[in-house]
């Protein structure tokens, strides 16, 4: 069953400009993980929060993390071209699986 | 450090058939896990082994099946293979799958089930 679910399922933005993806997910969480994938090709892991933090940052990533509302958000900023790929979160409910979501499809154009 | 490797890239079988993949995990990890992935139902989890044990399983049927060798290679296996299981799959590793660990991805592999 998917946990997390991805807003919005597709984005498309020109060079320079910021993406915001969020993520809602269902039941508690220890943390919560955000993926990039290429086309068809494997996930590559962006960035990893713990239920414990509210906001992190890696490079142009931020993170941040709501768990009243059970919800995250993922920030691209200064988009570059090759930043188009999917991005999927991931919650670690259960002790050694990750759930994902369906993803947000972002096509940065130049 | 060489990646996660899944062998074969891609797959072409007909129904009724059964087919084998293989994944070798990253030097060092114990944690292999496998991911079906659809353009419909998105990433959903098949199962998890470490140290040759099935950790987890998730809600497939019984013609998917999976193993850990002792050297942490994994291999997955689909019988009767139906139109509906066409499907990247994907594996990964990680040391210990602990709670607070990444995963690592292998490319996948693409079968395509006519």
């Not at chain 1, 999917?86 to 369906?102: H, I, M, N, P, V």
């Not at chain 2, 114990?30 to 998730?58: D, I």
Request: aromatic share 8%.
């Amino acid at each position: 069953s998917q946990q997390g679910e991805e807003d919005p399922q597709a984005l498309s933005i020109q060079e320079g400009e910021n993406a915001t993806m969020n993520c809602s997910y269902k039941t508690s969480i220890n943390n919560l993980q955000w993926y990039r994938q290429n086309s068809g090709r494997g996930l590559v892991h962006l960035i990893l929060i713990r239920s414990n933090e509210r906001e992190k940052h890696s490079g142009r990533l931020r993170v941040t993390l709501d768990t009243s509302k059970k919800s995250s958000s993922l920030l691209i900023t200064a988009s570059r071209a090759a930043d188009t790929a999917s991005y999927f979160c991931a919650t670690d409910e259960r002790y050694s699986t990750l759930t994902f979501g369906k993803g947000t499809m972002l096509l940065v154009s130049p | 450090k060489a990646g996660v490797t899944q062998t074969p890239r891609y797959l072409i079988k007909t129904r009724g058939q059964q087919v084998t993949l293989s994944c070798s995990p990253i030097s060092g990890h114990r944690s292999v896990s496998w991911y079906q992935q659809t353009p419909g139902q998105g990433l959903q989890f098949l199962f998890e082994y470490f140290s040759e044990t099935q950790r987890n399983k998730g809600n497939f049927p019984g013609r998917f099946s999976g193993r850990q060798f002792s050297n942490s290679r994994s291999e997955m296996n689909v019988s009767t293979l139906e139109l509906g299981d066409s499907a990247l799959y994907l594996c990964a590793s990680s040391p210990n799958r602990a709670g607070n660990e990444k995963l690592f991805f292998g490319s996948g592999t693409q079968l395509s089930v006519l």
